[in-house]
């Protein structure tokens, strides 16, 4: 399963009876309009590069994703200040949802998928196949 695959499943599991009658080609899509990609897939190390460039809580929250224990927990405003809110209702409009939402489904996706990429603190090797990724790998 593709990393992308694997995100807008969780994606639609967060949204519960809103995501009911959503079309997963269309959320995948849309998160690959959303998120940082490589290679045609989610792009996890630029993905957590842009968690974690944001500093403070959302920094110390990404070091919770990656590593083994409790997840911290991620806002639908934290999710419109990372992504930008008018990408987060585009991308809700893309899909065929609200802006707080997208941004809902999205705050509870992203910890999820960022924790299921990751092992002990760091990226999975799978994960980490660009170069980017490995320069990352270095400094977690």
Excluded: C, H, Y
Excluded at 9 to 30: A, H, P, S, T, Y
Excluded at 69 to 75: E, H, K, M, V, Y
């Amino acid at each position: 399963m593709s990393l992308l695959n694997m995100a807008a499943d969780i994606f639609l599991n967060q949204l519960g009876g809103k995501g009911e009658g959503l079309d997963l080609q269309k959320v995948m899509g849309g998160l690959k309009s959303l998120l940082p990609t490589e290679g045609g897939d989610l792009d996890i190390p630029a993905l957590l590069n842009m968690v974690t460039q944001q500093g403070g809580g959302l920094a110390a929250a990404a070091q919770s994703w990656l590593g083994d224990g409790a997840n911290q927990s991620l806002g639908s405003q934290d999710v419109k200040s990372l992504l930008g809110e008018d990408k987060v209702a585009q991308f809700g409009s893309q899909i065929g949802v609200e802006t707080d939402t997208a941004a809902e489904g999205l705050a509870g996706m992203l910890p999820k998928l960022l924790d299921k990429s990751s092992e002990g603190g760091s990226l999975l090797s799978g994960v980490v196949s660009s170069g980017a990724g490995s320069l990352l790998k270095g400094l977690f």
